[in-house]
């Protein structure tokens, strides 16, 4: 199996954890795609939640070559062409046309339909939603249609926001490169439906959040004060 990696050409944590879990299972056939950046954040959160992408991360390039994979930038997805499977660690807007011909791996921290679009598990918690990860195929809607997995996570009375952030991070890229376990196996459809694409939480909902979740943790510990006693 012809593995191909979307991402962007700067050194990139998603990727690199990637890269280092498709090699420690054995996967050798592997080639990164690099394009463009062509988003980049207007504003810093108020409240951070997922890892610095690119702080003390070598360059992709180099971890390409260390591996023994390939690497190419590309200036756009006529250049994509040859991988069975694609699996997005980095991506901008993918051409429609590109989408319906490949079978590309999107990883979302969210649990869909209940959360996506962007900010998925801040407002999983603002929402009361449940909070996880999915991986599914990229198709017509957003955040939604063919699911190869979906892993609802629980709350820990003793983690902070930001490191619930890191475990549903962790969990999204496990379950991205486990998806090419499961390519074949029969998939639930899970259609957006009724619910909302959100974008970027504003801050002052961000502090709403913040609030609502750490409600949440002392509710727990009072679950299991009552359960220890």
């Not at 694409?197 to 949440?216: I, T």
Request: hydrophobic fraction near 40%; charge should be negative; glycine fraction near 8%.
């Amino acid at each position: 199996m012809r593995i191909a990696i979307l991402t962007y050409p700067v050194p990139h944590k998603k990727t690199y954890d990637a890269l280092c879990l498709l090699k420690t299972k054995g996967y050798e056939d592997v080639e990164v795609l690099a394009s463009p950046m062509t988003y980049a954040k207007k504003a810093r959160p108020a409240v951070a939640h997922r890892p610095d992408m690119g702080y003390l991360v070598p360059s992709t390039e180099n971890v390409c070559r260390a591996f023994g994979y390939g690497y190419r930038e590309i200036s756009g997805y006529g250049e994509a062409d040859g991988a069975d499977v694609y699996l997005v660690c980095g991506a901008g807007i993918i051409p429609q046309g590109f989408v319906d011909a490949h079978r590309i791996v999107n990883a979302h921290p969210g649990y869909i339909p209940f959360a996506r679009g962007l900010d998925a598990l801040k407002w999983a918690v603002l929402e009361g939603a449940p909070v996880g990860a999915t991986t599914h195929f990229l198709g017509g809607e957003v955040d939604a249609g063919e699911v190869i997995e979906r892993r609802e996570l629980e709350l820990r009375a003793e983690e902070s926001f930001f490191e619930l952030g890191t475990r549903v991070y962790r969990t999204e890229v496990s379950m991205l490169v486990n998806a090419l376990e499961k390519l074949d196996e029969p998939h639930e459809y899970v259609p957006a439906g009724s619910t909302v694409q959100h974008r970027r939480m504003p801050r002052e909902l961000e502090r709403e959040m913040l609030r609502r979740y750490e409600a949440a943790l002392l509710d727990l510990e009072e679950q299991h004060a009552v359960q220890g006693s």
